[in-house]
């Protein structure tokens, strides 16, 4: 891992400071240096290109939105992939609790449907029992009585 730089440190500050000032090349030159990397591991943790783009372009937009209030000593980097982070956290909780809620809707069609078929099917059956019945003597029925 590259060791920080009196002239990293420096760099990194007085970026934020024009970010702060909402300077678009500062911006983009942001973008262009974390775009790639930040892309990377989004696909990474979501295994999905589409979910990992959508993922960057919040950050960026996180990032444009808070400049402002950016701390000039904060390292755009840590800022970036922190935010990155926990977005992607947020998106698995949020997926996690889609697919428990599809399970358990999934689960109680299938118990609907199956008391449902179970009542088809008694009824059937007790309708095949009754024309059975039905079909035997007078003595035999009386068993069934």
């Given amino acids: 891992m590259k060791e920080k730089t009196k002239q990293d440190i420096i760099d990194n500050y007085s970026l934020v400071k024009r970010l702060q000032k909402g300077e678009k090349s500062a911006f983009e030159e942001v973008f262009y240096n974390f775009c790639t990397p930040l892309k990377n591991f989004a696909v990474q943790e979501l295994k999905s290109e589409e979910l990992a783009e959508d993922a960057v372009q919040e950050i960026f937009c996180k990032l444009w939105l808070k400049r402002e209030s950016l701390e000039p000593t904060l390292s755009i ?58 079909q035997l003597s007078e003595l035999k029925k009386s068993i069934f009585e």
């Avoid at 947020?90 to 609907?112: D, G, M």
């Fill in 77 to 134: 980097k840590g800022f970036l992939f922190t935010c990155l982070k926990n977005h992607i956290l947020n998106l698995i909780r949020t997926h996690k609790n889609e697919v428990l809620k599809n399970y358990r809707f999934a689960n109680a069609q299938l118990q609907s449907f199956n008391s449902t078929e179970d009542a088809v099917i008694s009824h059937e059956i007790q309708s095949r029992i009754n024309h059975e019945v039905n």
